[in-house]
T-cell receptor, first 108, second 114 residues
Framework: KNEVEQSPQNLTAQEGEFITINCSYS?????LHWLQQHPGGGIVSLFM???GKKKHGRLIATINIQEKHSSLHITASHPRDSAVYIC??????????FGTGTSLTVIP | DSGVTQTPKHLITATGQRVTLRCSPR?????VYWYQQSLDQGLQFLIQ???????AKGNILERFSAQQFPDLHSELNLSSLELGDSALYFC?????????????FGPGTRLTVL
């Protein structure tokens, strides 16, 4: 059983579309990190959430503690948003569990 | 540029060999994390050090070991290498020791075991 489940696995969107990526996690996960991995392999941390909602530019991340669910939204998507998005949940022992990633392609 | 450096960028070696991967955290960061990313397993957490002490341990094999030195750089040692150890190895650093700290990732070391 995976502690962190992510969907969808692949996503293709037209430029300008609103995009949602979902992440569900198990009991014991105390915070949720969203990461972006570029085609070249580099990883960038986008958000860390333990409650509520955070916004950075066109990216919005939300978390529902009761439902153990987090979403990453991209508004007005752009081809440069094409990347793999990964959610990661650490348990109380600081051990991180990763989703399998969502490969996003935004077509001009 | 995250400020985290990793060397070498690429490493090609043979089965049974031993290699050392090096990571220098961002200035001021006390935590270093090591991760393995393979095609079939995705990203996996290996180990975390905070200010020289082991803080958390994940799916790190007994053939692998790590340490963090007084200058806060860290090394990941992989021994008795197998084909399945071929992967991208990332380190990340953060200011604090808790899971609530943002992590900054290095560019990774690509290990190929032939």
């Amino acid at each position: 059983k995976n502690e962190v489940e992510q969907s969808p696995q692949n996503l293709t969107a037209q430029e300008g579309e609103f995009i949602t990526i979902n992440c569900s996690y198990s009991v014991g996960i105390s915070a949720l990190h969203w990461l972006q991995q570029h085609p070249g392999g580099g990883i960038v941390s986008l958000f860390m959430l333990s409650s509520g909602k955070k916004k950075h530019g066109r990216l919005i991340a939300t978390i529902n503690i009761q439902e153990k669910h987090s979403s990453l939204h991209i508004t007005a998507s752009h081809p440069r948003d094409s990347a793999v998005y990964i959610c990661a949940g650490p348990n109380t022992g600081n051990q991180f569990y990763f989703g399998t990633g969502t490969s996003l392609t935004v077509i001009p | 540029d995250s400020g985290v450096t990793q060397t070498p960028k690429h490493l090609i070696t043979a089965t049974g060999q031993r290699v050392t991967l090096r990571c220098s955290p961002r200035s001021g960061d006390l935590s270093v994390y090591w991760y393995q990313q393979s095609l079939d397993q995705g990203l996996q957490f290996l180990i975390q050090y905070y200010n020289g002490e082991e803080r958390a341990k994940g799916n790190i094999l007994e053939r692998f070991s790590a340490q963090q030195f007084p200058d806060l750089h860290s090394e990941l040692n992989l021994s008795s290498l197998e084909l399945g150890d071929s992967a991208l190895y990332f380190c990340a650093s953060s200011v604090g020791s808790t899971v609530y700290n943002e992590q900054f990732f290095g560019p990774g070391t690509r290990l190929t075991v032939l």
